[in-house]
Structures are given as structure tokens and as C-alpha cells.
């Protein structure tokens, strides 16, 4: 079995829905349904036996502790953070508490755990940490993507807190030779997205009437990565990820803000019309820019492909025509 933390979240739910569309292996799933964590998303594995939901946090290491003893999983794939710009911004200690304070505790109980397993289980086991490109920082319009190798340079809050777990994670393979591996992903969309990012805000706000706010001029670049393309990554870096090495996930989809909410707006034209007969592009709304706003992210995800096989399935307009219908047939 696996233990999968903040599996009830936006990109976790997704991962563990998809791993029981692809497999029967059990999943213990540790989240500590805050605002984001949704029970709901989870609703059609009521019945499965093999899905245990439980509540808390990873920075309790008596309840991971006891987790770890009870299932002894042979992976742990670590989703969760804190993970809204703006609300790091505005309240960044969240984010220091659970990204940096709770990836700690949650390494300390695992390299307890492993260190007491024996040497095939020591071989077989796995630690996956979910990260972001934020870390990297912003790039000028002609610089080329992330890769790898790119250095840190996190502006926001947020980013910080997710560098620092990186490090973390880092330190603890070369440090205790915990077998670690960690994914860094551009942006996630599709089913199941909290509505205060800019996807579901834009639909949600575009179906109820309301402004849909763009930040600034709307020119902030990011690539689009298709949740479920997200979870095939993950699973694929699992499966055959090389012991301490960065994979970054992108979808090959650059794409300024403003463009996106427009994409957004044709298609809501298409499949829900007004009901006033105009579009929907009416409602955009300039508003003023987010403190430190990165202006483009961009991911190099050929080291993926290259070595793992792995590349996106979904085009940014397959993808996003499949999102907006989710979001129009789960109101």
C-alpha cells in the first residue's frame, strides 16, 4: 500500500482517483481538510475498501508515526502544502508552518520508519515530493524554460516555503540516504479545482454574473498542465524515477492570462450561452497587479520524456474543454 498526503486537495483527489482507475493497491490518505481539503471530491470511494480517509496533519508525527507502523506503506507521495499566492502574501505563516515545519516532521517520521525496515523493503520504498516551478522563480519573455538545473530563486511566500521543503527533501537523501524523489509542475487545471485560482475563479464567477478579475495587464505567461496528465507523471516517477533526482512536469502549453480567460469565455459561449446573448468576455475585469507578481513560468519537461518516457496527453484546448464541462455538469 501507499501512504499519499493531502490526498483529498485539488491535485491529490485527482491522483488517487486515477490510481484506482489504473490499480487495487490500497491508499491510506492523510489530509487535514482545511479549506481546500474536500471530502466530496473523494465521495464515489466510500465504498472502496481499499481507500482509508484520514484527518491530520503531517506535522503531527505521533499520527504519522502511527500510520507508518500500522500500514506500512511502501511509498509516501507528499501533496500536501499550502499552495494560494495570494493567501501566502497575505498570511505567510500557513505556509512556513505546513510546507516547511510539516514536510520536516513528516521526513523525521520517515526516516524513523525506514531506517527499521528490512533491506528489501529498504530497497523497494519510495518518498515523492510534489513541488511547484514557482520555486525557480520568473523569467523574462526569451529566456529559455526551467529545467532542472535552473536555481532557485522563489518570490513569493509560498514559493520560499516550497523551496525550502525542496531542500529538505534534498538534504535528507544525501544527508541519511533516504531514497527521495521530487517532481516540480507548472500549473494544474481540470476537475475538482478549488475555485480561487484562475481557471475555476474565471468559470464560477463567469456562470454566476460576476467580474472575472485579471491581474495587471493579463500578460503573465504560465504553462498549463492537465491534472490528469499531472497524476501519469507522478505515478510513471514512481514507478521508475532514478533515487534523488528532480523531474520537472510541464505541459508544453505557455499561455498569458488573459488568453486563457478569453479561451475560457469562447468556449462558455459555446456550451452555456447567456442568457442575454452576449459573451461572457464582457465580464473581464482589470484589477490591480498582485504584490511580487512573477511574470512567466515556463517548464523544459524533456528530461521526462527522455528518461521516463513521460509526456503529456492532453493539448491545453483538450484539456480546457474538458474542465469547463466538469465545472458546467458538477454546479
Same mark, same amino acid.
Given at each position: 500500500?501507499?501512504?499519499?498526503?493531502?490526498?483529498?486537495?485539488?491535485?491529490?483527489?485527482?491522483?488517487?482517483?486515477?490510481?484506482?482507475?489504473?490499480?487495487?493497491?490500497?491508499?491510506?490518505?492523510?489530509?487535514?481538510?482545511?479549506?481546500?481539503?474536500?471530502?466530496?471530491?473523494?465521495?464515489?470511494?466510500?465504498?472502496?475498501?481499499?481507500?482509508?480517509?484520514?484527518?491530520?496533519?503531517?506535522?503531527?508525527?505521533?499520527?504519522?508515526?502511527?500510520?507508518?507502523?500500522?500500514?506500512?506503506? =511502501?511509498?509516501?507521495?507528499?501533496?500536501? %502544502?499550502?499552495?494560494?499566492?495570494?493567501?501566502?502574501?497575505?498570511?505567510?505563516?500557513?505556509?512556513?508552518?505546513?510546507?516547511?515545519?510539516?514536510?520536516?516532521?513528516?521526513?523525521?517520521?520517515?526516516?524513523?520508519?525506514?531506517?527499521?525496515?528490512?533491506? %528489501?523493503?529498504? %530497497?523497494?520504498?519510495?518518498?515523492?515530493?510534489?513541488?511547484?516551478?514557482?520555486?525557480?522563480?520568473?523569467?523574462?519573455?526569451?529566456?529559455?524554460?526551467?529545467?532542472?538545473?535552473?536555481?532557485?530563486?522563489?518570490?513569493?511566500? !509560498?514559493?520560499?516555503?516550497?523551496?525550502?521543503?525542496?531542500?529538505?527533501?534534498?538534504?535528507?537523501?544525501?544527508?541519511?540516504?533516504?531514497?527521495?524523489?521530487?517532481?516540480?509542475?507548472?500549473?494544474?487545471?481540470?476537475?475538482?479545482?478549488?475555485?480561487?485560482?484562475?481557471?475555476?475563479?474565471?468559470?464560477?464567477?463567469?456562470?454566476?454574473?460576476?467580474?472575472?478579475?485579471?491581474?495587471?495587464?493579463?500578460?503573465?505567461?504560465?504553462?498549463?498542465?492537465?491534472?490528469?496528465?499531472?497524476?501519469? %507523471?507522478?505515478?510513471?516517477?514512481?514507478?521508475?524515477?532514478?533515487?534523488?533526482?528532480? !523531474?520537472?512536469?510541464?505541459?508544453?502549453?505557455?499561455?498569458?492570462?488573459?488568453?486563457?480567460?478569453?479561451?475560457?469565455?469562447?468556449?462558455?459561449?459555446?456550451?452555456?450561452?447567456?442568457?442575454?446573448?452576449?459573451?461572457?468576455?464582457?465580464?473581464?475585469?482589470?484589477?490591480?497587479? =498582485?504584490?511580487?507578481?512573477?511574470?512567466?513560468?515556463?517548464?523544459?519537461?524533456?528530461?521526462?520524456?527522455?528518461?521516463?518516457?513521460?509526456?503529456?496527453?492532453?493539448?491545453?484546448?483538450?484539456?480546457?474543454?474538458?474542465?469547463? =464541462?466538469?465545472?458546467?455538469?458538477?454546479?
Amino acid at each position: 500500500m501507499i501512504l499519499v498526503t493531502g490526498g483529498a486537495g485539488f491535485i491529490g483527489s485527482n491522483f488517487v482517483l486515477d490510481w484506482f482507475e489504473q490499480s487495487s493497491e490500497p491508499i491510506v490518505n492523510l489530509d487535514a481538510l482545511t479549506y481546500a481539503g474536500n471530502p466530496a471530491n473523494l465521495a464515489s470511494l466510500n465504498d472502496n475498501p481499499n481507500h482509508a480517509l484520514v484527518q491530520g496533519s503531517i506535522g503531527d508525527a505521533a499520527l504519522v508515526d502511527s500510520l507508518l507502523k500500522i500500514h506500512r506503506p =511502501r511509498a509516501i507521495i507528499n501533496f500536501a %502544502a499550502e499552495s494560494h499566492v495570494d493567501r501566502s502574501i497575505h498570511g505567510p505563516e500557513d505556509f512556513i508552518q505546513t510546507n516547511i515545519v510539516g514536510t520536516f516532521r513528516l521526513l523525521e517520521s520517515t526516516r524513523a520508519y525506514f531506517n527499521q525496515l528490512d533491506d %528489501a523493503a529498504k %530497497a523497494a520504498f519510495r518518498f515523492l515530493h510534489i513541488s511547484t516551478d514557482e520555486v525557480y522563480g520568473s523569467l523574462a519573455p526569451l529566456d529559455k524554460p526551467f529545467s532542472e538545473t535552473h536555481r532557485y530563486e522563489p518570490n513569493s511566500p !509560498y514559493s520560499a516555503s516550497k523551496a525550502a521543503s525542496d531542500h529538505l527533501v534534498r538534504a535528507y537523501h544525501h544527508t541519511y540516504g533516504l531514497p527521495v524523489l521530487t517532481t516540480n509542475c507548472s500549473n494544474n487545471y481540470g476537475p475538482l479545482h478549488y475555485p480561487e485560482k484562475l481557471i475555476p475563479l474565471c468559470i464560477t464567477n463567469a456562470l454566476a454574473g460576476k467580474p472575472l478579475p485579471i491581474y495587471g495587464d493579463g500578460q503573465q505567461v504560465r504553462d498549463w498542465l492537465y491534472v490528469r496528465d499531472h497524476c501519469s %507523471a507522478i505515478r510513471r516517477v514512481l514507478e521508475a524515477g532514478k533515487l534523488g533526482e528532480v !523531474y520537472n512536469v510541464g505541459g508544453w502549453n505557455e499561455m498569458p492570462n488573459l488568453a486563457v480567460v478569453q479561451m475560457l469565455c469562447a468556449l462558455l459561449d459555446e456550451m452555456q450561452p447567456r442568457t442575454d446573448g452576449k459573451s461572457y468576455a464582457e465580464q473581464i475585469t482589470y484589477v490591480t497587479d =498582485r504584490l511580487g507578481h512573477d511574470r512567466r513560468y515556463a517548464i523544459d519537461a524533456s528530461k521526462i520524456e527522455r528518461e521516463l518516457g513521460w509526456k503529456p496527453a492532453e493539448t491545453f484546448e483538450s484539456g480546457i474543454r474538458k474542465t469547463v =464541462r466538469w465545472f458546467l455538469d458538477n454546479p
